[in-house]
């Protein structure tokens, strides 16, 4: 359940950063959305933690996957560039984060 629950906090704080996105652009409705996931986002995290899983591994993820799929979902939706080099960059946030993983079993 730990898993899933950090699962949603990705998904809520993905949302919620995406929904800026839109806000910035002066439709402020998406503000609601902005705080409504960052809150949700927060609350999941928690939970993942209370579960068991240890705050270096649970943030490490939930960093990684957020910037990762944010940096795809802004080139899909709002047409940013997603060069070789963030493509690089993005690669190691996520071995680095499958480094803090491995070295907590040692």
Do not use: D, K, N
């Not at 579960?51 to 910037?67: D, K, N, S």
């Not at 939706?77 to 493509?87: D, I, K, Q, S, W």
Request: glycine share 14%; charged share 10%; with cysteine.
């Amino acid at each position: 359940m730990a898993w899933a629950f950090l699962v949603s906090a990705i998904v809520s704080e993905v949302t919620a950063t995406l929904s800026l996105r839109m806000a910035a652009t002066g439709r402020r409705v998406w503000y609601t959305v902005v705080v409504t996931g960052y809150l949700l986002a927060f609350a999941f995290l928690s939970l993942t933690l209370q579960r068991g899983i240890g705050i270096g591994v649970a943030y490490g993820i939930w960093t990684a996957a957020g910037v990762a799929l944010t940096a795809v979902a802004g080139r899909f939706l709002f047409r940013e560039p997603l060069t070789g080099v963030m493509g690089v960059g993005i690669g190691c946030i996520i071995a680095g984060v499958l480094l803090v993983e491995l070295g907590r079993t040692h």
